[in-house]
């Protein structure tokens, strides 16, 4: 064999070598985002399913409490509108979505705080399965949503590392938002006896 084509066997193998090297890493590293995107969906569907379950049990809680709590119209009308308002959540983006969902939180904890007021409706049976039940379902969405956060965070961590994030911004994977507490949520609860 000459050295003209030794050298030229060499240069094939080099570029051959190359491109195989590229190939796996475009592939491995775009079926990764896709993996982590796909992640990170089926955690905010979970989170959706929990919120769906709270949004489900407001209107049997609002409806015992009205039976008691006639003079506290103000709050159940904030509960309700803010029910309201993320049923009519279902196209909006997910920043939007979190934020009225926090909104509705915070409804929920003032009507339990109006609850106080009201001996009979804490000992009544039905309030306090469904105050059980929403308690159950507020730490499943705790749950869920720190699942979420937690998948936001591997995948944004992925599409942000070099040289991958190259290869994230040729594809189009974009950042995702991480589910955030309300700024009320960041002070500490006064608690007065």
């Given at each position: 064999m000459s050295k003209g084509k030794m050298v030229l066997l060499v240069a094939v193998g080099v570029v051959l070598l190359i491109l195989v090297s590229l190939y796996g890493f475009f592939k491995g590293n775009y079926n990764r985002f896709v993996s982590l995107d796909e992640a990170a969906k089926t955690s905010w569907a979970q989170v959706e399913n929990q919120l769906q379950r709270r949004y489900d049990l407001i209107p049997n809680l609002v409806e015992?409490?009205?039976g008691y709590a006639k003079f506290e119209q103000e709050t159940l009308i904030q509960v309700t509108n803010a029910r309201a308002k993320v049923g009519g959540m279902a196209n909006a983006s997910q920043a939007d979505q979190m934020k009225a969902q926090n909104e509705l939180g915070?409804?929920?904890s003032r009507l339990l705080v109006v609850v106080e007021r009201y001996p009979e409706l804490k000992a009544n049976q039905n309030f306090l399965r469904l105050q059980d039940e929403l308690a159950g379902t507020e730490n499943r969405i705790s749950v869920e949503r720190k699942r979420y956060n937690d998948a936001v965070q591997?995948?944004?961590?992925?599409?942000?590392?070099?040289p991958a994030n190259i290869?994230?911004?040729m594809f189009g994977f974009a950042?995702?938002?991480?589910?955030?507490?309300p700024q009320e949520a960041k002070a500490a609860p006064k608690v007065k006896f």
């Open positions: 015992t409490v009205k915070s409804a929920l591997a995948y944004n961590v992925a599409i942000r590392s070099f290869l994230a911004g950042q995702k938002p991480l589910f955030e507490a």
